[in-house]
């Protein structure tokens, strides 16, 4: 049964931490944690280490999500997906110190997310090994009581491993000190033929062997043998030894030496082979059987069977015993099969064992098995590369065929065609059918495409439902179109998923090379512009790209960057309308309106606010601001003027359907102290139109103690009957049936009707965009309850709403 992967999320913004939680349970993550602080989850990861760690870089607390990363200990291995929106040089300078697995930037998909997480995991796993491996190794190296060392020739520093620190001769630490620090313990008769195997391995640079006395700090005086060679390099300047160093002091400690060695050898997980100096095997231990699959019957007395004389030619085995007699250490990746015919990769390496006067004895073969490893780089190589569901190449393997196609036409000066597809309403096929369908439907357009392109075009799937086609040496704009257009036909055609019959329309964006751009990038991305103008001229077809799509989709994004620099550098305000009694006179509530002090642009209203916020998704970050600012001024009211109004706050169609909507609003009441009953939540009548997620939430919001209304009332379709059984108390008739009154009969009836309506369903109502006395009288006389618009005032900012009762407030606290 495959391990359950716990992912742990790192986000200070609880809606974005929830909304990741479920795009991993969709992708079938089950088991994840989320924290917003870096000490929390510090402090987490020691009870509980995750498999891996998606982390938001800015985020609660005094250390950041880099530092967070920083902070994990190394040996716990846990690979680290930075998440952010956020891409400075600087950052990104920071966060590669912390060798992270990945870093993808807001907002991306959720293929994406899920591609990089299982490439992360296998990378892991691929390190792990690779840890393991080295593990095993210094183990071996430990259990045969030998040491490694280095010295720097230029400052004469040398670092020990093992045996190399006489100090302590049992540790494998490493240790550093001076070349005439080692000499000082070397003794006296030995020192110059020490230094002599030195000045001939820095003149030389052959492997050299000496043996000599040192006496540790015991007093204890110790017979060592070391062996080395020098390596220089040019380019930095640099000049070392390295070299081995083993103690001989005694029969009783090379005996030791040998059980230690056996134990290795009959334990470790890699393959030992010993061989005679005809490289026949006269011993091989168990991990070697385990991973050739053979027996000691087909294999002792004879050469290993992956280096059997037909599998080679004779120049190989003139460079394998080349390489022993002089070199003594011969090494190879070896691509074979085992016994069972399965293929396997091998990392083999041979080493000669000579006796005391240097003769040769036997080798050594160590067979280590890296086909898993292998394996695992291919299937990264794969997943690189291609896309895992339809087999197509993905963004990066298309840009590279888009690039050579390029390469290819600059010389002959042909065309190539980039076409940017994007399924339309894709997403109601994975929320209706579920996920495994929409995979369906991917695999059927994928194939359906490939059906009327040529063999020679390149079909990729760059993640999500959206797919390009690169044609090269096309004829003209007329070509690609026709392409365009017989992609849409075929997609068309009806097809049956799960019981459902169901045709497929698609947006396709063009563009050309060499006549719209001349890189790839560029290509990529005009046609993806395209396919954004084809989607707004009705979708089910295609759009060439032209420069005045680009000139809008950069004041677009100007405008969202600017929207959300105004957010994070408190350049939104709330300016209030109020809404005064009708029979009374008096204020019984205000109508909190965004407004945008704009650095340069000066104040901007909603309509440059509202379907820049929406399109970016900052209309849920924004629409949270509002309505915590809305209820803190309302409180404030209430605490300094003495002033209980009902404050009424628009919210969109995307907030009321986050499933934790009723939450943040009850937190926002909470955090400004204001009661429920002062707050009013406002709609619009589209918005209740779908049974299944709206309604349950207007509930929801009726439980925490809100009040709710109908904003618009009289421009959409509502239905009497949902409106007669929702929790709504108020009903906002909008200014276009008040504009002609009281003059206009037709709409007089109207509002007549709709006031008559309220009354009888016991519902409050507000007129909005009353500006005459006629208007207001009129709407008096007809029973209406609460009026709003110009005529009483426009929208103010909060410290003008009650301006002369705060000035008398002043005045008197000034007397007193």
């Not at 298309?398 to 190539?416: K, Q």
Request: with cysteine; charged share 25%.
């Amino acid at each position: 049964m495959p391990k359950t992967v716990h992912v742990m999320i790192v986000e200070d913004e609880r809606v974005i931490a929830l909304h990741l939680r479920k795009q991993l349970e969709k992708l079938g993550y089950d088991r994840t944690s989320a924290h917003s602080a870096g000490y929390d989850a510090l402090k987490a990861i020691e009870r509980d280490p995750p498999d891996i760690i998606l982390m938001d870089i800015r985020i609660d607390g005094d250390i950041d999500g880099i530092e967070t990363a920083a902070g994990i200990p190394p040996d716990l291995m846990i690979p680290v997906i930075y998440l952010s929106a956020h891409s400075e040089d600087a950052t990104l300078a920071r966060a590669k110190k912390t060798r992270p697995y990945g870093f993808l930037l807001k907002p991306f998909s959720e293929r994406e997310l899920h591609a990089t997480i299982q490439m992360a995991l296998e990378r892991r796993v691929a390190e792990m090994a690779l840890r393991e491996s080295q593990q095993r190794l210094s183990l071996a190296m430990s259990a045969a009581q030998m040491s490694c060392w280095e010295i720097d020739v230029n400052t004469r520093e040398m670092h020990s491993t093992g045996l190399g620190n006489f100090q302590t001769p049992q540790e494998t630490e490493t240790v550093t000190e001076t070349w005439d620090a080692f000499l000082d313990r070397v003794e006296s008769e030995d020192r110059d033929s020490v230094r002599k195997a030195f000045t001939y391995a820095v003149q030389h640079g052959d492997f050299y062997d000496v043996v000599f006395r040192s006496i540790n700090a015991h007093k204890e005086q110790r017979w060592l043998r070391a062996r080395g060679k020098s390596f220089s390099n040019d380019r930095n300047g640099t000049h070392r030894i390295i070299g081995m160093m083993q103690d001989i002091t005694d029969q009783r400690m090379t005996n030791d030496k040998l059980r230690e060695a056996m134990a290795v050898y009959e334990t470790t997980q890699d393959g030992i082979l010993i061989l005679d100096p005809d490289l026949n095997v006269t011993n091989a231990n168990k991990a070697y059987y385990h991973i050739t699959g053979t027996g000691p019957k087909g294999t002792l007395n004879k050469p290993p069977y992956f280096l059997a004389p037909e599998e080679y030619s004779a120049g190989f085995y003139q460079d394998l015993f080349h390489t022993l007699r002089h070199r003594r250490h011969w090494h190879r990746d070896i691509e074979t099969r085992n016994i069972q015919g399965n293929p396997i990769s091998l990392a083999t390496q041979i080493i000669a064992v000579e006796d005391d006067d240097g003769e040769l004895t036997h080798f050594v073969a160590i067979v280590s098995d890296r086909t898993a490893i292998r394996q695992a780089e291919q299937e990264l190589h794969y997943l690189a590369q291609y896309d895992g569901l339809t087999s197509l190449p993905n963004r990066l393997l298309a840009t590279d065929r888009l690039n050579r196609a390029i390469e290819r036409s600059e010389p002959v000066g042909a065309r190539v065609a980039c076409l940017f597809l994007d399924i339309d309403d894709f997403k109601n096929i994975n929320d209706t059918l579920g996920h495994a369908a929409g995979d369906q439907v991917l695999l059927i357009a994928s194939t359906r495409i490939k059906a009327v392109t040529e063999r020679a075009d390149t079909i990729a799937r760059l993640g999500g439902d959206e797919f390009m086609i690169i044609r090269e040496n096309i004829q003209n704009a007329t070509a690609a179109a026709n392409l365009a257009m017989k992609i849409i036909s075929e997609l068309q055609r009806p097809f049956y998923i799960i019981g459902h019959e169901l045709t497929l329309s698609a947006s396709i964006g063009i563009s050309l090379y060499p006549d719209n751009a001349l890189s790839p990038q560029d290509l990529i991305r005009l046609a993806d512009t395209a396919m954004y103008a084809a989607k707004d001229r009705g979708r089910r077809t295609y759009a060439f790209y032209q420069s005045e799509m680009t000139e809008t989709a950069t004041r677009y994004m100007t405008r969202s960057l600017e929207l959300r620099r105004g957010l994070e550098n408190n350049e939104l305000v709330l300016y209030y309308q109020p809404q005064m009694n009708a029979h009374t006179g008096d204020l019984v509530g205000v109508e909190a309106l965004l407004r945008w002090n704009h650095p340069t642009s000066g104040l901007l209203g909603p309509h440059e606010i509202i379907p820049v916020a929406e399109q970016s998704g900052l209309i849920i970050e924004i629409g949270d601001w509002v309505l915590r600012e809305a209820c803190l001024q309302a409180r404030r009211w209430q605490d300094e003027l003495d002033q209980k109004i009902t404050m009424a706050v628009n919210v969109s169609v995307r907030q009321l359907k986050m499933p934790n909507f009723a939450e943040t609003v009850q937190h926002a009441l909470a955090v400004a102290g204001l009661p429920a009953e002062y707050l009013e939540i406002e709609i619009t009548e589209s918005m209740i139109q779908d049974e299944t997620s709206m309604i349950r939430m207007l509930h929801e919001l009726r439980e925490v103690g809100v009040s709710l209304a109908i904003d618009d009332f009289g421009t959409g379709y509502s239905c009497l009957r949902s409106i007669k059984s929702l929790p709504i108390k108020r009903i906002k008739i909008d200014r276009a049936f008040v504009k002609d009154l009281p003059g206009k009969a037709d709409d007089a009836a109207l509002v007549e009707a709709m006031l008559a309506m309220a009354s009888s369903l016991g519902l409050h109502t507000t007129v909005e965009g009353v500006e005459t006395e006629e208007q207001y009288h009129f709407l008096r006389e007809m029973g209406c309850t609460d009026l709003q618009g110009f005529l009483f005032s426009k929208p103010v900012p909060a410290d003008a709403v009650f301006a002369d009762k705060a000035a008398k407030k002043q005045s008197n606290s000034n007397i007193s």
